[in-house]
């Protein structure tokens, strides 16, 4: 049913899934795996851009392999990889060989990510966003502590392949993203949960009152909720209500007081599952 092949080739890789964020050992990555929840991780470009068609906008030291897409499907290399609003999903995939510049250690309280961590990085502009955000969710009364922000390339093959391992590669495929197709790994996007730290990227997230407050104000942040509740046929993941996504106030805005996601402000093709 699949290949797995060298992160060179990473390049070909299909259309379907979740903005599938991941956890390993005992961190919000295992909890993720150990209830087969969804995961997250992608983005879009700014309208000034044309690699989505209509409205445009690591360097691997180890060969890691990874699936091969599926024939009759097609995903193509984003040209603005730096763009903040930059959309990469199952269809548009960042190069191999990006790696965000400005990355910088965000300044959040987290669960399950050490001290010092790549899950704990986020590039400048969306770092500083989200310590804004954090500090106006508790002066609401509601406590946030994030779960995993950045992760490189390298890292994304070797997670992705763990669970074509465990799952097969069409399930995996519903709550993890491929190599250079994880909103991870553009460095705008974080998973968050509530302050005990339970739920973290597990579906009993969502009604939880940090998930309405995320819902409610993400936006003036300059952030979004990456993968809503009923889009699933267009953004390719299942409901993803702890995974959010940096793209700056005005962008987030305008999809969040519309209820619409990333693919349709840029009127991007479905991604369907």
Known sequence: MFKLLS????????TVSL???????QNAEQKSKETNQPKTEHTTPSKNDTNTGTKP????QHKTESPKKPKGNSIQTVSNPESIPVLVNKQNKLPDTYNPKDLVATKVDFVGAPVGSDKRKMRKEAAD???KLFAGAKEDGVTLLGVSAYRSHVTQVALF???V????YEKARTYSALPGTSEHETG????????????AASDCFGGTKEAVWLDKHVAEYGFIIRYPKGKEGITGYQ???????YVGKEIASEIMDKGITLEEYYNATPVNK
Not at 189 to 199: F, M, Y
């Open 188 to 199: 705008l996007a974080i998973d968050v949960t509530g302050g005990n730290g339970r739920c």
């Open 165 to 168: 391992k465990r799952d097969g």
């Open 161 to 163: 392949n763990t669970y």
């Open 7 to 14: 992160t060179g080739a990473c390049c070909i890789v299909l």
């Open 19 to 25: 903005a599938a964020c991941s956890f390993t050992g």
């Open 239 to 245: 409901y993803e209500p702890w995974h959010i996504r």
């Open 57 to 60: 906008d690591q360097q691997n």
């Open 129 to 131: 966003a989200l310590q």
